[in-house]
Protein backbone atom coordinates (compact mmCIF):
# COMPACT_ATOMS: atom_id res chain seq x y z
CA UNK A 1 0.00 0.00 0.00
CA UNK A 2 1.21 3.44 -0.89
CA UNK A 3 2.17 6.28 1.62
CA UNK A 4 -0.77 8.06 3.36
CA UNK A 5 -0.77 11.80 3.11
CA UNK A 6 -1.03 13.50 6.45
CA UNK A 7 -1.63 17.13 6.64
CA UNK A 8 -0.41 19.71 9.30
CA UNK A 9 -1.89 22.70 9.75
CA UNK A 10 0.03 25.49 12.29
CA UNK A 11 0.56 29.06 12.02
CA UNK A 12 3.56 28.56 14.36
CA UNK A 13 6.62 26.60 12.45
CA UNK A 14 8.19 25.13 15.79
CA UNK A 15 4.97 23.85 16.04
CA UNK A 16 4.62 21.99 12.65
CA UNK A 17 8.35 20.69 13.63
CA UNK A 18 7.41 19.57 16.95
CA UNK A 19 4.60 17.56 15.62
CA UNK A 20 6.29 16.34 12.71
CA UNK A 21 9.31 15.05 15.00
CA UNK A 22 6.63 13.20 17.04
CA UNK A 23 4.93 11.67 13.60
CA UNK A 24 7.89 10.78 11.49
CA UNK A 25 6.94 7.36 10.43
CA UNK A 26 7.58 5.29 7.00
CA UNK A 27 3.71 4.71 6.53
CA UNK A 28 2.87 8.40 6.06
CA UNK A 29 4.37 10.98 3.98
CA UNK A 30 3.67 14.32 5.61
CA UNK A 31 2.89 17.90 4.33
CA UNK A 32 2.81 21.33 6.47
CA UNK A 33 1.90 24.49 5.88
CA UNK A 34 1.07 27.72 8.35
CA UNK A 35 -1.64 29.19 5.77
CA UNK A 36 -5.08 28.08 6.02
CA UNK A 37 -5.77 29.14 2.43
CA UNK A 38 -2.30 27.23 1.46
CA UNK A 39 -3.97 24.17 3.07
CA UNK A 40 -7.62 24.51 0.81
CA UNK A 41 -5.20 23.89 -2.28
CA UNK A 42 -3.08 21.27 -0.75
CA UNK A 43 -6.35 19.38 -0.11
CA UNK A 44 -8.09 20.01 -3.38
CA UNK A 45 -4.72 19.61 -4.89
CA UNK A 46 -3.38 16.06 -3.15
CA UNK A 47 -5.25 12.97 -1.66
CA UNK A 48 -4.57 14.24 2.25
CA UNK A 49 -6.06 11.36 4.58
CA UNK A 50 -5.80 12.87 7.69
CA UNK A 51 -5.20 16.37 8.72
CA UNK A 52 -4.21 18.44 12.30
CA UNK A 53 -5.25 21.82 12.12
CA UNK A 54 -4.74 24.16 14.50
CA UNK A 55 -7.54 26.25 16.06
CA UNK A 56 -6.79 29.28 16.25
CA UNK A 57 -5.00 30.98 13.34
CA UNK A 58 -5.22 34.70 11.98
CA UNK A 59 -5.87 34.50 8.09
CA UNK A 60 -9.12 31.78 9.24
CA UNK A 61 -9.81 29.95 11.98
CA UNK A 62 -10.08 26.57 12.34
CA UNK A 63 -13.02 25.97 12.70
CA UNK A 64 -13.81 28.17 9.24
CA UNK A 65 -11.39 26.00 7.29
CA UNK A 66 -12.96 22.96 8.36
CA UNK A 67 -16.29 23.62 7.32
CA UNK A 68 -15.39 24.66 4.05
CA UNK A 69 -13.70 21.45 3.31
CA UNK A 70 -16.58 19.29 4.39
CA UNK A 71 -18.31 21.25 2.34
CA UNK A 72 -16.69 20.39 -0.67
CA UNK A 73 -17.70 16.40 -1.90
CA UNK A 74 -13.09 16.31 -3.16
CA UNK A 75 -12.43 17.30 0.47
CA UNK A 76 -15.92 16.17 2.91
CA UNK A 77 -13.75 12.99 3.70
CA UNK A 78 -10.70 14.19 5.06
CA UNK A 79 -10.31 13.02 8.83
CA UNK A 80 -9.37 16.16 11.13
CA UNK A 81 -7.87 16.07 14.23
CA UNK A 82 -8.05 19.74 15.85
CA UNK A 83 -4.99 20.88 17.91
CA UNK A 84 -5.95 23.59 20.37
CA UNK A 85 -4.32 25.60 22.93
CA UNK A 86 -7.36 27.11 24.05
CA UNK A 87 -9.72 26.04 27.06
CA UNK A 88 -10.97 22.40 27.11
CA UNK A 89 -14.33 23.50 28.28
CA UNK A 90 -16.81 21.60 26.16
CA UNK A 91 -18.59 24.14 24.26
CA UNK A 92 -15.15 24.38 22.08
CA UNK A 93 -14.88 20.32 21.53
CA UNK A 94 -18.46 20.81 20.56
CA UNK A 95 -18.30 23.09 18.07
CA UNK A 96 -14.99 21.71 16.25
CA UNK A 97 -17.39 18.35 15.83
CA UNK A 98 -20.01 19.88 15.22
CA UNK A 99 -18.02 21.41 12.05
CA UNK A 100 -16.70 17.94 11.03
CA UNK A 101 -14.12 16.93 13.11
CA UNK A 102 -13.22 13.58 14.50
CA UNK A 103 -10.91 14.34 17.66
CA UNK A 104 -9.43 16.76 19.22
CA UNK A 105 -5.98 16.83 21.00
CA UNK A 106 -4.92 20.08 23.42
CA UNK A 107 -1.44 21.67 23.69
CA UNK A 108 0.79 21.12 25.23
CA UNK A 109 1.01 17.40 23.64
CA UNK A 110 1.18 14.50 25.54
CA UNK A 111 3.59 12.44 23.09
CA UNK A 112 1.86 8.87 23.59
CA UNK A 113 -1.66 9.68 23.35
CA UNK A 114 -0.97 11.57 20.30
CA UNK A 115 1.10 9.17 18.61
CA UNK A 116 -1.49 6.87 19.69
CA UNK A 117 -4.19 9.10 18.52
CA UNK A 118 -2.61 9.35 15.13
CA UNK A 119 -1.92 5.54 14.67
CA UNK A 120 -5.45 4.76 15.57
CA UNK A 121 -6.68 6.94 12.69
CA UNK A 122 -3.99 6.25 9.97
CA UNK A 123 -5.15 2.44 10.56
CA UNK A 124 -8.91 3.50 10.32
CA UNK A 125 -7.86 4.93 6.74
CA UNK A 126 -6.02 1.77 5.45
CA UNK A 127 -9.07 -0.21 6.28
CA UNK A 128 -11.40 2.57 4.47
CA UNK A 129 -9.00 2.19 1.59
CA UNK A 130 -8.93 -1.66 1.96
CA UNK A 131 -12.71 -1.31 1.84
CA UNK A 132 -13.03 0.95 -0.99
CA UNK A 133 -9.91 -0.72 -2.98
CA UNK A 134 -12.39 -4.24 -2.57
CA UNK A 135 -15.87 -1.93 -3.29
CA UNK A 136 -14.00 -1.43 -6.67
CA UNK A 137 -13.12 -4.30 -7.48
CA UNK A 138 -16.74 -5.79 -6.74
CA UNK A 139 -18.39 -3.47 -8.74
CA UNK A 140 -15.47 -4.43 -11.62
CA UNK A 141 -16.34 -8.19 -11.77
CA UNK A 142 -20.27 -7.18 -11.00
CA UNK A 143 -19.66 -4.72 -14.27
CA UNK A 144 -17.77 -7.67 -16.08
CA UNK A 145 -20.36 -10.12 -15.09
CA UNK A 146 -23.23 -8.59 -16.45
CA UNK A 147 -21.47 -7.94 -19.53
CA UNK A 148 -20.58 -11.50 -19.73
CA UNK A 149 -24.22 -12.35 -19.16
CA UNK A 150 -25.06 -9.24 -22.17
CA UNK A 151 -22.41 -11.46 -24.50
CA UNK A 152 -23.94 -14.76 -23.34
CA UNK A 153 -28.02 -13.50 -24.02
CA UNK A 154 -26.59 -12.27 -27.34
CA UNK A 155 -25.12 -15.19 -28.59
CA UNK A 156 -28.22 -17.71 -27.59
CA UNK A 157 -30.33 -14.99 -29.70
CA UNK A 158 -27.64 -15.29 -32.84
CA UNK A 159 -27.91 -19.02 -32.47
CA UNK A 160 -31.26 -19.62 -31.94
CA UNK A 161 -31.61 -17.18 -35.23
CA UNK A 162 -28.83 -19.32 -37.21
CA UNK A 163 -30.74 -22.39 -35.75
CA UNK A 164 -34.12 -20.73 -37.42
CA UNK A 165 -32.16 -20.02 -40.71
CA UNK A 166 -30.72 -22.71 -40.88
CA UNK A 167 -33.78 -24.72 -40.33
CA UNK A 168 -35.93 -23.17 -43.16
CA UNK A 169 -33.16 -23.05 -45.42
CA UNK A 170 -32.52 -27.15 -45.30
CA UNK A 171 -35.82 -28.52 -44.34
CA UNK A 172 -37.53 -26.01 -47.62
CA UNK A 173 -35.94 -27.84 -50.10
CA UNK A 174 -36.72 -31.37 -48.57
CA UNK A 175 -39.81 -30.41 -47.81
CA UNK A 176 -39.93 -29.94 -52.35
CA UNK A 177 -38.40 -33.03 -52.66
CA UNK A 178 -40.70 -34.96 -50.17
CA UNK A 179 -43.33 -33.72 -51.92
CA UNK A 180 -42.05 -34.07 -55.18
CA UNK A 181 -41.71 -38.08 -54.66
CA UNK A 182 -44.84 -38.05 -53.02
CA UNK A 183 -46.38 -36.88 -56.36
CA UNK A 184 -43.59 -39.32 -58.36
CA UNK A 185 -45.49 -42.12 -56.70
CA UNK A 186 -48.72 -41.59 -57.65
CA UNK A 187 -48.08 -41.70 -61.23
CA UNK A 188 -47.55 -45.26 -63.48
CA UNK A 189 -43.74 -46.14 -62.92
CA UNK A 190 -41.84 -49.01 -63.84
CA UNK A 191 -39.72 -50.82 -61.70
CA UNK A 192 -36.69 -49.06 -62.15
CA UNK A 193 -38.19 -45.63 -61.84
CA UNK A 194 -40.46 -46.76 -58.57
CA UNK A 195 -36.39 -48.29 -56.96
CA UNK A 196 -35.60 -44.82 -58.02
CA UNK A 197 -37.54 -42.92 -56.23
CA UNK A 198 -37.90 -45.19 -53.29
CA UNK A 199 -34.00 -44.18 -52.71
CA UNK A 200 -34.97 -40.59 -53.41
CA UNK A 201 -37.59 -40.72 -50.78
CA UNK A 202 -34.91 -42.51 -48.08
CA UNK A 203 -32.04 -40.30 -48.82
CA UNK A 204 -34.15 -37.17 -48.04
CA UNK A 205 -35.40 -38.30 -45.15
CA UNK A 206 -32.33 -39.69 -44.15
CA UNK A 207 -31.01 -36.32 -44.50
CA UNK A 208 -33.96 -34.58 -42.59
CA UNK A 209 -33.10 -37.37 -39.47
CA UNK A 210 -29.60 -35.59 -39.18
CA UNK A 211 -31.29 -31.88 -39.28
CA UNK A 212 -33.65 -33.29 -36.99
CA UNK A 213 -31.33 -34.13 -34.28
CA UNK A 214 -28.85 -31.23 -34.76
CA UNK A 215 -32.28 -29.20 -34.36
CA UNK A 216 -33.11 -31.51 -31.17
CA UNK A 217 -29.44 -31.23 -29.65
CA UNK A 218 -29.61 -27.25 -29.82
CA UNK A 219 -33.15 -27.32 -28.18
CA UNK A 220 -32.30 -29.83 -25.09
CA UNK A 221 -28.79 -27.57 -24.57
CA UNK A 222 -31.31 -24.73 -24.79
CA UNK A 223 -33.52 -25.76 -21.90
CA UNK A 224 -36.75 -25.40 -24.25
CA UNK A 225 -37.34 -29.02 -24.78
CA UNK A 226 -40.41 -30.76 -22.65
CA UNK A 227 -41.22 -33.97 -21.68
CA UNK A 228 -45.24 -34.69 -22.19
CA UNK A 229 -46.14 -37.41 -20.41
CA UNK A 230 -49.16 -39.30 -21.71
CA UNK A 231 -50.77 -43.20 -21.77
CA UNK A 232 -48.30 -45.01 -23.91
CA UNK A 233 -49.05 -48.91 -25.24
CA UNK A 234 -44.97 -49.34 -24.78
CA UNK A 235 -45.09 -53.05 -26.76
CA UNK A 236 -46.92 -51.64 -29.71
CA UNK A 237 -44.18 -48.89 -29.45
CA UNK A 238 -41.35 -51.29 -29.11
CA UNK A 239 -42.72 -53.43 -32.03
CA UNK A 240 -42.99 -50.39 -34.18
CA UNK A 241 -39.48 -49.47 -33.71
CA UNK A 242 -38.53 -52.93 -33.58
CA UNK A 243 -40.36 -53.41 -37.00
CA UNK A 244 -39.01 -50.30 -38.80
CA UNK A 245 -35.23 -50.98 -38.38
CA UNK A 246 -36.05 -55.05 -39.14
CA UNK A 247 -35.91 -53.89 -42.89
CA UNK A 248 -32.56 -52.49 -42.43
CA UNK A 249 -31.11 -55.60 -40.40
CA UNK A 250 -32.54 -57.53 -43.57
CA UNK A 251 -30.72 -55.72 -45.83
CA UNK A 252 -27.65 -56.48 -43.74
CA UNK A 253 -28.86 -60.29 -43.31
CA UNK A 254 -28.31 -60.15 -39.79
CA UNK A 255 -30.98 -60.60 -37.33
CA UNK A 256 -33.44 -58.35 -35.09
CA UNK A 257 -35.45 -60.00 -32.68
CA UNK A 258 -37.68 -58.15 -29.92
CA UNK A 259 -38.44 -60.29 -26.49
CA UNK A 260 -40.98 -58.37 -24.16
CA UNK A 261 -41.51 -60.21 -20.98
CA UNK A 262 -44.02 -61.97 -19.74
CA UNK A 263 -44.71 -59.17 -16.64
CA UNK A 264 -44.14 -55.97 -19.32
CA UNK A 265 -47.44 -53.47 -18.60
CA UNK A 266 -49.00 -52.61 -21.60
CA UNK A 267 -50.06 -49.71 -21.21
CA UNK A 268 -47.61 -47.01 -19.17
CA UNK A 269 -47.47 -43.11 -18.38
CA UNK A 270 -45.04 -42.21 -20.55
CA UNK A 271 -43.72 -39.49 -23.40
CA UNK A 272 -43.47 -41.89 -26.29
CA UNK A 273 -42.25 -39.83 -28.74
CA UNK A 274 -38.69 -38.97 -26.90
CA UNK A 275 -38.82 -43.02 -25.70
CA UNK A 276 -39.60 -43.92 -29.21
CA UNK A 277 -36.74 -41.48 -30.27
CA UNK A 278 -34.31 -43.16 -28.05
CA UNK A 279 -35.21 -46.45 -29.46
CA UNK A 280 -34.90 -45.86 -32.61
CA UNK A 281 -31.58 -44.19 -31.90
CA UNK A 282 -30.34 -47.20 -30.05
CA UNK A 283 -31.83 -49.69 -33.00
CA UNK A 284 -30.09 -47.69 -35.99
CA UNK A 285 -26.76 -47.79 -34.16
CA UNK A 286 -26.61 -51.14 -33.42
CA UNK A 287 -27.91 -52.47 -37.00
CA UNK A 288 -25.39 -50.26 -38.40
CA UNK A 289 -22.21 -51.38 -36.58
CA UNK A 290 -23.44 -55.06 -36.31
CA UNK A 291 -22.31 -57.12 -39.59
CA UNK A 292 -23.03 -60.58 -38.69
CA UNK A 293 -24.97 -62.34 -35.90
CA UNK A 294 -27.96 -60.49 -34.62
CA UNK A 295 -29.59 -57.22 -32.34
CA UNK A 296 -31.74 -58.23 -29.91
CA UNK A 297 -33.99 -55.71 -28.61
CA UNK A 298 -35.42 -56.58 -24.44
CA UNK A 299 -38.00 -55.28 -22.44
CA UNK A 300 -38.38 -56.30 -18.97
CA UNK A 301 -39.22 -55.20 -15.71
CA UNK A 302 -36.86 -55.57 -12.47
CA UNK A 303 -38.77 -54.49 -9.95
CA UNK A 304 -43.01 -53.58 -9.55
CA UNK A 305 -43.80 -50.97 -6.12
CA UNK A 306 -47.57 -50.94 -6.21
CA UNK A 307 -48.32 -49.35 -9.14
CA UNK A 308 -45.11 -48.53 -10.71
CA UNK A 309 -42.11 -50.57 -12.18
CA UNK A 310 -39.21 -49.93 -12.94
CA UNK A 311 -38.48 -51.15 -16.70
CA UNK A 312 -35.45 -51.60 -18.15
CA UNK A 313 -34.77 -51.60 -22.38
CA UNK A 314 -31.91 -53.20 -23.51
CA UNK A 315 -30.60 -53.08 -26.95
CA UNK A 316 -27.97 -55.99 -27.26
CA UNK A 317 -25.67 -56.73 -30.85
CA UNK A 318 -22.94 -59.02 -31.54
CA UNK A 319 -21.30 -55.74 -33.51
CA UNK A 320 -17.95 -54.15 -33.77
CA UNK A 321 -17.77 -52.98 -30.07
CA UNK A 322 -16.24 -50.66 -28.14
CA UNK A 323 -13.00 -50.29 -26.41
CA UNK A 324 -13.31 -49.06 -22.81
CA UNK A 325 -11.27 -46.03 -23.08
CA UNK A 326 -13.78 -44.94 -25.99
CA UNK A 327 -16.94 -45.25 -23.78
CA UNK A 328 -17.20 -42.13 -22.17
CA UNK A 329 -16.85 -40.08 -25.60
CA UNK A 330 -18.88 -41.74 -27.82
CA UNK A 331 -22.20 -39.79 -25.47
CA UNK A 332 -19.91 -36.35 -26.87
CA UNK A 333 -21.61 -34.46 -29.66
CA UNK A 334 -20.02 -35.09 -33.18
CA UNK A 335 -17.90 -37.79 -31.56
CA UNK A 336 -17.39 -41.46 -32.59
CA UNK A 337 -14.90 -43.97 -31.63
CA UNK A 338 -11.97 -43.18 -33.25
CA UNK A 339 -10.94 -46.38 -34.94
CA UNK A 340 -10.32 -46.95 -38.59
CA UNK A 341 -13.02 -49.81 -38.90
CA UNK A 342 -15.91 -47.63 -37.95
CA UNK A 343 -15.18 -44.29 -40.71
CA UNK A 344 -16.73 -46.79 -42.97
CA UNK A 345 -19.80 -46.73 -41.08
CA UNK A 346 -20.50 -42.61 -41.27
CA UNK A 347 -23.38 -40.62 -39.30
CA UNK A 348 -22.96 -37.62 -37.26
CA UNK A 349 -22.00 -38.97 -33.73
CA UNK A 350 -25.58 -37.37 -32.97
CA UNK A 351 -27.61 -40.48 -32.02
CA UNK A 352 -26.13 -41.30 -28.40
CA UNK A 353 -25.71 -37.93 -27.14
CA UNK A 354 -29.44 -37.16 -27.68
CA UNK A 355 -30.34 -40.61 -26.15
CA UNK A 356 -28.17 -39.84 -23.15
CA UNK A 357 -29.92 -36.19 -23.02
CA UNK A 358 -33.13 -37.49 -23.23
CA UNK A 359 -32.56 -40.03 -20.88
CA UNK A 360 -31.52 -37.70 -18.11
CA UNK A 361 -34.06 -35.58 -18.97
CA UNK A 362 -36.67 -38.12 -18.46
CA UNK A 363 -34.88 -38.93 -15.23
CA UNK A 364 -33.92 -42.22 -16.33
CA UNK A 365 -30.28 -44.02 -16.21
CA UNK A 366 -28.38 -44.76 -19.56
CA UNK A 367 -25.93 -47.76 -19.39
CA UNK A 368 -23.14 -49.51 -22.02
CA UNK A 369 -21.33 -52.62 -21.51
CA UNK A 370 -19.25 -53.34 -24.73
CA UNK A 371 -16.40 -55.69 -25.39
CA UNK A 372 -14.28 -54.51 -28.74
CA UNK A 373 -15.01 -57.16 -31.76
CA UNK A 374 -17.46 -58.92 -29.60
CA UNK A 375 -20.31 -56.46 -29.21
CA UNK A 376 -22.50 -54.24 -27.45
CA UNK A 377 -25.64 -53.44 -24.32
CA UNK A 378 -26.98 -50.31 -24.16
CA UNK A 379 -29.67 -49.90 -21.23
CA UNK A 380 -32.39 -47.85 -20.51
CA UNK A 381 -33.80 -47.85 -16.99
CA UNK A 382 -36.81 -45.86 -15.65
CA UNK A 383 -39.58 -46.21 -13.21
CA UNK A 384 -43.01 -45.91 -15.01
CA UNK A 385 -46.35 -45.60 -13.84
CA UNK A 386 -48.67 -48.74 -14.76
CA UNK A 387 -52.07 -48.00 -16.29
CA UNK A 388 -54.83 -50.66 -15.67
CA UNK A 389 -57.50 -50.52 -18.59
CA UNK A 390 -60.18 -52.64 -20.19
CA UNK A 391 -58.59 -53.90 -23.57
CA UNK A 392 -60.61 -52.84 -26.27
CA UNK A 393 -60.83 -54.03 -30.46
CA UNK A 394 -59.98 -50.94 -32.59
CA UNK A 395 -62.01 -51.36 -35.83
CA UNK A 396 -58.99 -49.77 -38.40
CA UNK A 397 -61.17 -48.20 -41.77
CA UNK A 398 -59.86 -48.05 -44.82
CA UNK A 399 -57.56 -45.12 -45.83
CA UNK A 400 -60.19 -42.72 -48.02
CA UNK A 401 -59.39 -40.44 -50.73
CA UNK A 402 -59.39 -37.12 -49.26
CA UNK A 403 -62.71 -34.96 -50.70
CA UNK A 404 -62.69 -32.09 -53.09
CA UNK A 405 -62.52 -28.36 -51.91
CA UNK A 406 -64.60 -27.16 -55.13
CA UNK A 407 -64.58 -23.52 -54.82
CA UNK A 408 -62.10 -22.42 -52.45
CA UNK A 409 -59.95 -19.41 -53.47
CA UNK A 410 -57.02 -19.25 -51.69
CA UNK A 411 -53.67 -17.24 -51.97
CA UNK A 412 -50.03 -18.95 -51.64
CA UNK A 413 -47.05 -16.72 -50.42
CA UNK A 414 -43.96 -18.88 -50.85
CA UNK A 415 -40.93 -17.89 -53.02
CA UNK A 416 -39.04 -21.21 -53.11
CA UNK A 417 -40.45 -22.83 -56.76
CA UNK A 418 -40.50 -26.27 -55.92
CA UNK A 419 -42.82 -25.49 -52.91
CA UNK A 420 -44.80 -23.77 -55.53
CA UNK A 421 -44.97 -26.41 -57.64
CA UNK A 422 -46.00 -29.29 -55.04
CA UNK A 423 -48.44 -26.69 -53.07
CA UNK A 424 -50.57 -25.99 -56.39
CA UNK A 425 -50.20 -29.31 -57.78
CA UNK A 426 -51.86 -30.44 -54.24
CA UNK A 427 -54.43 -27.50 -54.27
CA UNK A 428 -55.42 -28.93 -57.88
CA UNK A 429 -56.12 -31.59 -56.97
CA UNK A 430 -58.60 -31.32 -54.53
CA UNK A 431 -60.49 -28.68 -56.85
CA UNK A 432 -59.06 -25.23 -55.53
CA UNK A 433 -58.48 -21.74 -57.19
CA UNK A 434 -54.76 -20.82 -56.17
CA UNK A 435 -53.22 -17.44 -56.83
CA UNK A 436 -49.24 -17.24 -56.25
CA UNK A 437 -47.20 -14.68 -54.82
CA UNK A 438 -43.36 -14.59 -53.69
CA UNK A 439 -43.11 -12.23 -51.12
CA UNK A 440 -45.20 -10.67 -47.93
CA UNK A 441 -46.08 -7.40 -50.22
CA UNK A 442 -47.38 -8.57 -53.34
CA UNK A 443 -49.56 -10.89 -50.81
CA UNK A 444 -50.68 -7.74 -49.55
CA UNK A 445 -51.08 -6.72 -53.12
CA UNK A 446 -53.38 -9.74 -53.87
CA UNK A 447 -55.37 -9.79 -50.87
CA UNK A 448 -56.21 -6.08 -51.83
CA UNK A 449 -57.36 -6.80 -55.37
CA UNK A 450 -59.39 -10.02 -54.64
CA UNK A 451 -61.17 -12.15 -52.13
CA UNK A 452 -59.54 -14.98 -50.97
CA UNK A 453 -60.72 -17.81 -48.10
CA UNK A 454 -57.90 -18.38 -46.56
CA UNK A 455 -53.87 -17.89 -47.55
CA UNK A 456 -51.27 -19.77 -47.47
CA UNK A 457 -48.06 -17.83 -46.05
CA UNK A 458 -44.32 -18.54 -45.58
CA UNK A 459 -43.02 -17.49 -42.59
CA UNK A 460 -39.54 -16.22 -44.61
CA UNK A 461 -39.43 -14.48 -48.04
CA UNK A 462 -37.90 -11.48 -49.31
CA UNK A 463 -39.00 -7.66 -49.53
CA UNK A 464 -41.42 -8.47 -46.58
CA UNK A 465 -41.47 -11.82 -44.62
CA UNK A 466 -44.82 -13.81 -43.71
CA UNK A 467 -44.83 -12.63 -40.33
CA UNK A 468 -44.88 -8.58 -41.33
CA UNK A 469 -47.68 -9.35 -43.88
CA UNK A 470 -49.62 -11.26 -40.99
CA UNK A 471 -49.47 -8.40 -38.65
CA UNK A 472 -50.29 -6.05 -40.91
CA UNK A 473 -53.18 -7.86 -42.55
CA UNK A 474 -54.93 -8.18 -39.07
CA UNK A 475 -53.72 -4.57 -37.90
CA UNK A 476 -56.71 -3.67 -40.70
CA UNK A 477 -54.05 -2.60 -43.24
CA UNK A 478 -56.65 -3.89 -45.89
CA UNK A 479 -59.89 -2.76 -44.73
CA UNK A 480 -62.48 -5.71 -44.52
CA UNK A 481 -59.56 -8.15 -45.14
CA UNK A 482 -58.78 -7.94 -41.69
CA UNK A 483 -60.44 -11.71 -40.52
CA UNK A 484 -59.10 -13.50 -43.40
CA UNK A 485 -58.03 -17.08 -42.18
CA UNK A 486 -54.11 -17.53 -42.24
CA UNK A 487 -51.92 -20.51 -42.40
CA UNK A 488 -48.12 -19.96 -41.77
CA UNK A 489 -46.13 -22.33 -43.44
CA UNK A 490 -42.69 -22.65 -41.19
CA UNK A 491 -39.92 -24.59 -41.87
CA UNK A 492 -37.91 -23.59 -38.28
CA UNK A 493 -38.95 -25.92 -35.45
CA UNK A 494 -38.02 -23.26 -32.36
CA UNK A 495 -40.79 -23.11 -30.22
CA UNK A 496 -40.16 -19.42 -30.55
CA UNK A 497 -41.06 -19.45 -34.21
CA UNK A 498 -44.56 -21.09 -33.89
CA UNK A 499 -45.76 -18.39 -30.86
CA UNK A 500 -44.51 -15.59 -32.64
CA UNK A 501 -46.66 -16.81 -35.41
CA UNK A 502 -49.22 -17.09 -33.34
CA UNK A 503 -48.90 -13.78 -31.76
CA UNK A 504 -48.76 -11.47 -34.54
CA UNK A 505 -52.23 -13.49 -35.75
CA UNK A 506 -51.57 -17.13 -37.79
CA UNK A 507 -54.63 -19.06 -36.98
CA UNK A 508 -52.85 -22.13 -37.64
CA UNK A 509 -48.89 -23.43 -38.06
CA UNK A 510 -47.80 -26.18 -40.61
CA UNK A 511 -44.60 -27.06 -40.82
CA UNK A 512 -41.77 -28.22 -43.52
CA UNK A 513 -42.05 -31.30 -44.53
CA UNK A 514 -46.12 -31.47 -43.82
CA UNK A 515 -48.61 -33.92 -44.33
CA UNK A 516 -50.91 -33.59 -46.95
CA UNK A 517 -53.60 -35.18 -44.99
CA UNK A 518 -52.54 -32.90 -41.97
CA UNK A 519 -53.03 -29.48 -44.40
CA UNK A 520 -56.30 -30.54 -45.97
CA UNK A 521 -57.74 -31.08 -42.20
CA UNK A 522 -56.46 -27.56 -41.46
CA UNK A 523 -57.56 -26.05 -44.04
CA UNK A 524 -61.12 -27.55 -44.46
CA UNK A 525 -61.35 -26.85 -40.19
CA UNK A 526 -60.43 -23.03 -40.83
CA UNK A 527 -62.78 -22.19 -44.42
CA UNK A 528 -66.14 -23.99 -42.90
CA UNK A 529 -68.98 -21.48 -43.15
Given amino acids: ?21 LLNRNDI ?23 LVDVQMPEMNGFELVEILKNNARTQDILIIFVTAISTEAKYAIRGLSAGAVDYL ?21 TQIEIKTKNQQLEKIQSDLIKAKEEAEQGKRAKESFMANMSHEIRTPINGILGLVHLLNQQELTEDQKEIVGLLDISSNSLLGVINDILDLSKIEAGKYTISFAETNIKELATQAANLLNIKALEKHIGLKLIIEQNVPKYIMADSLRLNQIFMNLLSNAVKFTNEGEVTFKLEVLE ?24 KTIFHSFEQVENVHTRVYGGTGLGLSIVKKLAELKGGELDVKSELGKGSTFSFTKWYKIIEKEERVDIKKAPEKLPTLDGLRILVAEDNSINVFLIVKILNDWKVQSTVVTNGAAALEALEKENFDLILMDTYMPVMNGLEAIQKIRE ?45 EKITRLTKK
Fill in 29 to 51: NIITTTSPNDALRICWEKEIAIA
Fill in 304 to 327: NRGNTALLRFSVIDTGIGIAEDNI
Fill in 476 to 520: GHIPGKENTPIISFSAGVLDSDKETAKRVGADDIIGKPFKIGSLH
Fill in 106 to 126: YKPLDPYITSAKVDSFIQLVK
Fill in 1 to 21: MSKINLLIVDDKQENIIALEA
